[in-house]
């Protein structure tokens, strides 16, 4: 499994780190990439040190290569405290046909639907964490359904020509009104 984002608040590491440890108990053969860095690396370090999982998550910093650190990952999972909209590398990992594990908050359920293409945990649980990414490296079959119906939506409701387009009408609205919130 893998996430990708800025090693800073408002990512929750303690508890994504909590629910890995968890899941490597009982699958030997699970590992976790953390992609990016950020002022919270050192930290991280230290909680992998400490729960002695330095053999099964790879801090592996600044990567130009998402896609294929994203291709060679079968789960992404995202953990927050919330207070970030919607984090571009959870659609990232959508377009990669990658099914999504992360905390339900912000924007993140408009793009992660609950069972259609990735599953939703509450914030700061690592137990339903856990269980999330249990029934996921457990169930090859689930994780391809997921996965492919994550790319499908992504690329039909997140193309950044769409973005884009959305945003400009949005603007010429808002000129139109003479920059009147109605």
Request: net charge negative; proline share 4%; glycine share 10%.
């Amino acid at each position: 499994m893998v996430t990708v984002c800025r090693l800073d608040r408002p990512r929750d590491f303690p508890t994504l780190l909590a629910a890995f440890a968890d899941v490597a108990r009982r699958v030997a053969s699970t590992s976790l990439w953390i992609v990016g860095d950020g002022p919270l690396r050192d930290d991280i370090a230290r909680q992998v040190r400490a729960a002695g999982l330095d053999e099964r998550v790879r801090l592996l910093g600044m990567v130009r290569d998402v896609p294929g650190v994203l291709a060679a990952s079968d789960v992404f999972v995202l953990t927050s405290t919330g207070g970030d909209g919607l984090p571009i590398g959870i659609l990232e990992a959508m377009v990669a046909g990658l099914p999504v594990v992360a905390t339900r908050c912000d924007g993140i359920p408009e793009a992660v639907g609950e069972g259609q293409t990735g599953l939703l945990v509450p914030r700061a649980d690592s137990a339903a964490l856990s269980r999330a990414l249990d029934e996921l490296v457990a169930g090859a079959e689930r994780r391809r359904a997921l996965g492919a119906e994550g790319r499908r939506v992504a690329l039909r409701s997140f193309a950044i020509e769409d973005c884009v387009a959305a945003l400009a009408a949005l603007y010429e609205q808002i000129v139109a009104r003479g920059g009147r919130d109605e």
